[in-house]
């Protein structure tokens, strides 16, 4: 295994299809090119940057023309493999702006259900860190169904749980969940003006698992349910987690720098005897 010498923190950040698309399924490449130069500019300062990212399918749909999401398994998957390029092609070109190497890491649910592919992807993950590569990664939708339609097998099933599955893969320090939303309220937002954000959770209790609603908008799959699963992931492997809205790229530096943004679950550390 290659072992790091970094200097900062290793943090993953997961960014929603909300916050990538317009609502007509296109990519917003102004808010692409916010985040490249964020993620570039905190990799500069020492951090290793891992990028998880949604959106493909969405993408997709709008570049084949489609009027709407398609229903069918295979129209989903085929329009997963025409978005995934071009997402990949466009996050390539603004991460080469700011001098920066990225790599795309597709991934199903047995590449980190079975050990000795953990393994080895483990290694792939540290050796491009090592080399100071941004990767880039997706559910591979063109041939695990996982997320996009209900299985027997489910290991990930959407992208909070699988970027949350990466940060422990790569025993990383910090997950940040880009959202659309700023962080989980004590009540909808939507419905109560009222709400307040919590800024600071302990612990996933069965009242803070009934503040969560049901899935999102229609180009994405996640909801606040999927977040705190991926919270559960986090904290019990032992890295804080950040729910934090993605039209504020800005507020990364202050989340790495420890401040109160967003909805942070904290997870308990281990004392060094």
């Not at 709008?62 to 071009?86: D, I, N, S, T, Y």
């Not at 792939?124 to 860190?129: E, P, R």
Request: hydrophobic residues 40%; negative net charge.
């Amino acid at each position: 295994m290659v072992q790091s010498t970094r200097r900062g923190k290793r943090i993953v950040v997961k960014v929603g299809t909300s916050t990538l698309t317009h609502p007509s399924g296109r990519l917003d490449f102004r808010s692409m090119e916010h985040l490249v130069r964020t993620l570039s500019d905190l990799h500069g300062m020492g951090n290793e940057i891992i990028l998880v990212t949604s959106g493909a399918i969405s993408v997709g749909t709008a570049k084949l023309g489609l009027a709407e999401r398609p229903k069918e398994l295979g129209m989903k998957q085929a329009a997963a493999a025409v978005g995934q390029c071009r997402m990949m092609h466009i996050y390539d070109k603004f991460f080469s702006e700011y001098n920066r190497s990225m790599a795309q890491i597709l991934l199903t649910g047995d590449d980190v259900d079975e050990d000795d592919r953990a393994l080895h992807l483990r290694n792939t993950f540290h050796a491009l860190l090592e080399m100071g590569v941004i990767p880039v990664v997706n559910e591979n939708d063109s041939v695990s169904s996982a997320e996009i339609e209900t299985g027997n097998h489910k290991v990930l099933g959407d992208n909070d749980t699988l970027s949350a599955i990466v940060a422990k893969l790569c025993n990383a320090d910090l997950l940040v969940l880009l959202s659309d939303i700023d962080g989980l309220y004590d009540h909808d937002p939507k419905a109560d003006p009222n709400a307040k954000l919590l800024h600071e959770i302990y612990t996933i209790t069965p009242d803070i698992l009934q503040m969560a609603g049901g899935a999102g908008t229609w180009r994405g799959t996640g909801g606040m349910a999927t977040k705190l699963a991926a919270a559960q992931i986090a904290m019990e492997a032992g890295f804080d987690m950040v729910i934090t809205n993605g039209a504020r790229m800005e507020d990364l530096y202050g989340i790495v720098a420890g401040e109160q943004i967003g909805t942070r679950f904290i997870a308990q550390k281990e004392e060094v005897q």
